[in-house]
Nanobody, 117 residues
Framework: QLQLVESGGGLVQAGGSLGLSCTAS????????MGWYRQAPGKQRELVAT???????NYADSVKGRFTISRDNAKNTMYLQMNSLKPAATAVYYC???????????WGQGTPVTVSA
């Protein structure tokens, strides 16, 4: 059973930085597209960033220039470095794994991020 485990969430002041990690339990990580999504209270889940197995990245306009997604295939781990955080970034952050040969996308349990004003 493939599992994704996020870590690194917490409380930070506006303007601060926080780093998230997502570790996958199986080798599928290195051939899959990985992503970060977030869901703020009362809002729909939204895309934050994605990274392909070829390290091609994509970012939501709201985080471009401030967030960086990366991956370490040797560690089956994906990262999200978040800088210049704003209160609007307060949400539960989820990592996802996508591969066309898998029956569905996989999601982690989520890690909360709170940015205080």
């Amino acid at each position: 059973q493939l599992q994704l485990v996020e870590s690194g969430g917490g409380l930070v002041q506006a303007g601060g930085s926080l780093g998230l990690s997502c570790t996958a339990s199986r080798f599928m990580f290195r051939i899959s597209t990985m992503g970060w999504y977030r869901q703020a209270p009362g809002k729909q889940r939204e895309l934050v960033a994605t990274i392909t197995n070829g390290d091609r990245t994509n970012y939501a306009d709201s985080v471009k220039g401030r967030f960086t997604i990366s991956r370490d295939n040797a560690k089956n781990t994906m990262y999200l470095q978040m800088n210049s955080l704003k209160p609007a970034a307060t949400a539960v952050y989820y990592c996802t794994l996508h591969h066309p040969l898998l029956p569905h996308d996989y999601w982690g349990q989520g890690t909360p991020v709170t940015v205080s004003a």
